[in-house]
Nanobody, 119 residues
Framework: VQLQASGGGLVQAGGSLRLSCSVS????????VAWVRQTPGAERELISF??????FKYYVDSVKGRFTISRDGATVYLQMDSLKPEDTAVYYC???????????????WGEGTQVTVSS
């Protein structure tokens, strides 16, 4: 199983980035894929997931209305608009067979991609 996150970078506050998570080696039709972020010294935070079952989408309150998760084939995207300096973090994608907002329950993880938002 491989998950590969990409698309991070440096952007000014108010700008946009689109992250991609390429998934291989698992049944994409039976796995929920999440985006999780982590800042230095802090615990990881699951910010969004998209369910395999019915395409249900979850967002943590801090990103609602600014971030949009979607999937197309074996790739899951996270469109991030109106970025804020507090969105600066390493962003990971992760997968598991259940819908959960608890990052600890996710079994498969990709390498992270750095997002830096300057003020």
């Amino acid at each position: 199983v491989q998950l590969q996150a990409s698309g991070g970078g440096l952007v000014q506050a108010g700008g946009s980035l689109r992250l991609s998570c390429s998934v291989s080696g698992l049944s994409f039709s039976s796995h929920t894929v999440a985006w999780v972020r982590q800042t230095p010294g802090a615990e990881r935070e699951l910010i969004s997931f998209i369910s395999w079952r019915d395409r249900f989408k979850y967002y943590v309150d801090s990103v609602k209305g600014r971030f949009t998760i979607s999937r197309d084939g074996a790739t899951v995207y996270l469109q991030m608009d109106s970025l804020k300096p507090e969105d600066t973090a390493v962003y990971y994608c992760a997968a598991q067979t259940c819908d959960s907002s608890d990052w600890k329950t996710y079994r498969y993880w990709g390498e992270g991609t750095q997002v830096t938002v300057s003020s």
